[in-house]
């Protein structure tokens, strides 16, 4: 006899024909608004629609990195809160994230690289995150498989280490997060396509459903690599956003020999050890705009060449999955999180490249508050999808312009 399992955040619900509010995507970013609407504003009565299942896209196809020592004075602060959260947010849904603040080094291959290394540094450090320039033998001394030997293709010259960044498990967030919101009365429907947001007078009315209609007054699409589409079919808003494949993989298990998140520009390559011992690595984005998660022989070659030199202990160990997804990457390299500027009652938030799981607990408060009371929180402001027509891009944009220009 066969007993069908309720989901972890409870009993299946009808759809009702009318919320107070919609969130299309039940990735981390719409779980975690759903989440704080529910908790912080009490707005209990809202539908999370997700066309495939929660955790479909992006949230479960990733290698689970947060961090925050981006580039820029914007940025920096909201990754941050972020990382932050983890804990808080552990304690709260009462559900083990399994966080790991292990720390990244982030290896630099020049004098160029350290140079631009020491600023990033400063500003991490003039914000209140923790991080530092070490060389090369601090280096190895954190890692000790690192190989800092001058005959490989990019010596490394030293590293920027950041102690607060780490791990935490992607699955473990989404399913937290579902079953906080669901606690809080907010209701999660699966295989429930959204397929227009209706409008009067420019106001939000509605969202039609392969399940019917819902009335409601406040719409946000937040679904990683397919916002873009869905805000342009469903509302007209055109966005400067490419989708990108992110390929990653991991190898057999090991015994540790990575306590740290270690990653390379020059390489384009990243990796840290799993709690099963299992090798997580990933690289920069597929050169060419696709909404394909296939994954290619190309990049196992990549990856395995650039593993196997700067930790040579690798070389030869067997990768027992490959996977990829949507990345939805912007000019500047930032997301857009905006509202009502455009048409009001509908937000969105999107664009996030390959940042939108280091970011989505912190972006789910704000975007949670931005919703509730109508106004933008002032971390947000600088993410408006206005800076594009003002010239007012901001500057995490270099490791994607090197990167298609090399290629």
Not at 307 to 323: N, T, Y
């Amino acid at each position: 006899m066969f007993f069908k399992k309720k989901p972890l955040w409870g009993k299946k619900k009808q759809l009702k024909t009318s919320y107070d509010a919609v969130i299309i995507g039940g990735g981390l970013h719409g779980l975690a608004t759903a989440y704080y609407l529910a908790r912080e504003h009490g707005m209990r009565d809202i539908a999370v629609l997700e066309k495939k299942h929660i955790g479909f896209g992006g949230a479960g196809r990733n290698t689970a990195i947060v961090r925050a020592n981006q580039r820029t004075q914007y940025n920096v602060p909201l990754y941050k809160e972020a990382l932050d959260l983890w804990p808080v947010l552990t304690r709260e849904l009462d559900y083990n994230l399994m966080f790991n603040n292990c720390g990244n080094l982030n290896l630099m291959h020049s004098e160029a690289a350290m140079k631009a290394a020491r600023m990033n540094v400063a500003t991490a450090q003039f914000l209140g995150v923790e991080s530092h320039l070490i060389d090369a033998k601090e280096a190895k001394e954190l890692v000790p498989a690192l190989n800092i030997k001058d005959d490989i293709t990019f010596p490394v010259h030293g590293a920027m280490f950041h102690p607060p960044g780490g791990i935490v498990r992607h699955d473990a967030a989404v399913w937290g997060l579902a079953k906080g919101a669901a606690a809080h009365g907010a209701e999660i429907h699966q295989h429930t396509e959204a397929l227009a947001v209706n409008r009067e007078e420019g106001k939000v009315t509605g969202v039609e459903t392969n399940r019917g209609r819902i009335t409601t007054k406040k719409v946000l699409i937040s679904a990683g690599g397919y916002s873009a589409a869905l805000i342009h079919a469903m509302l007209g808003i055109k966005l400067p956003i490419s989708v990108l494949t992110i390929q990653a993989m991991v190898t057999q298990p090991v015994k540790p020999l990575l306590d740290h998140v270690v990653s390379s520009g020059a390489y384009h390559c990243y990796a840290n050890q799993t709690l099963k011992g299992e090798i997580a690595t990933g690289a920069h984005m597929d050169p060419w705009p696709n909404y394909t998660t296939l994954t290619t022989a190309r990049y196992i070659k990549h990856q395995a060449e650039a593993l196997s030199e700067f930790l040579p202990c690798l070389a030869g160990l067997r990768f027992m999955r490959h996977w990829g997804g949507l990345a939805d990457m912007t000019p500047d390299m930032a997301p857009i999180m905006d509202g009502n500027d455009h048409v009001e009652g509908f937000f969105m938030d999107c664009g996030w490249g390959y940042f939108g799981f280091k970011s989505c607990s912190a972006v789910g408060k704000y975007m949670a508050r931005f919703m509730a009371e109508d106004q933008v929180p002032d971390i947000l402001k600088p993410f408006t999808l206005r800076r594009f027509e003002q010239h007012r891009l901001m500057g995490e944009t270099a490791a994607l312009v090197n990167y298609t220009a090399d290629n």
